[in-house]
Antibody, heavy 119, light 109 residues
Framework: QVQLQESGPGLVKPSQTLSLTCTVS??????????WSWIRQPPGKGLEWIGY???????YYNPSLKSRVTISVDTSKNQFSLKLSSVTAADTAVYYC???????????WGQGTLVTVSS | EIVLTQSPGTLSLSPGERATLSCRAS???????LAWYQQKPGQAPRLLIY???SRATGIPDRFSGSGSGTDFTLTISRLEPEDFAVYYC??????????FGQGTKLEIK
């Protein structure tokens, strides 16, 4: 059974960079079958896909966030990470990591971690 | 970008009743690429339906999906107490973009 777990600071100051890591257990990121994604959900609002990474390092980002997002992978640790720069209060959200196959829905999700942007 | 619009925003029903949730796309979605998720407070979304009509592993058969083109429906045949939650539709496969509807809240009447 695959499990994903997000970790990182719960509070980030405006204009700084949000950094989160997702640790995958029960399966290998390097298996090549899946893409590894980040999705966020502002409090009381809907879901927004941020981007994904393949184990090789190739990435694809939501165009609306592309200029501020970097997703990276560390196959040796079975982890992938999210960096979102120049954050504002609008970036306050629960951030989820999730697994997805090409042309398929998100089948496994982490529990989510709330990141608040505030001074 | 394909925009998904869900209706109604809130649906108030009683246990045992039938629920019908709608998801309309701004342009045609291949029926292979439409999913439904259930989200309860404080939890991550759970995949219910993929490919517009296929149930995910472990999903009870009271949940069913239908539709094609721009109009899709999630039906819950007989509501159980644990079914009251927020439901999201999602399309996948359009220019490698994943988009979600804004959600329908299913609440107890």
């Amino acid at each position: 059974q695959v499990q994903l777990q997000e970790s990182g600071p719960g509070l980030v100051k405006p204009s700084q960079t949000l950094s989160l890591t997702c640790t995958v257990s029960g399966g290998s990121i390097s298996s090549g079958d899946y893409y590894w994604s980040w999705i966020r959900q502002p409090p009381g609002k809907g879901l927004e896909w941020i981007g994904y990474i393949y184990y090789s390092g190739s990435t694809y980002y939501n165009p609306s966030l592309k200029s501020r997002v970097t997703i990276s992978v560390d196959t040796s640790k079975n982890q992938f990470s999210l960096k979102l720069s120049s954050v504002t209060a609008a970036d306050t959200a629960v951030y989820y990591c999730a697994r997805v196959k090409a042309m398929a829905p998100f089948d496994y999700w982490g529990q989510g971690t709330l990141v608040t942007v505030s001074s | 970008e394909i925009v998904l619009t869900q209706s109604p925003g809130t649906l108030s029903l009683s246990p045992g009743e039938r629920a019908t949730l709608s998801c309309r796309a701004s342009q045609s979605v291949s029926s292979s690429y439409l999913a439904w998720y259930q989200q309860k407070p404080g939890q991550a979304p759970r995949l219910l339906i993929y490919g517009a009509s296929s149930r995910a592993t472990g999903i009870p058969d009271r949940f069913s999906g239908s539709g094609s083109g721009t109009d899709f429906t999630l039906t819950i045949s007989r509501l159980e107490p644990e079914d009251f939650a927020v439901y999201y539709c999602q399309q996948y496969g359009s220019s490698r973009m994943y988009t979600f509807g804004q959600g329908t809240k299913l609440e107890i009447k």
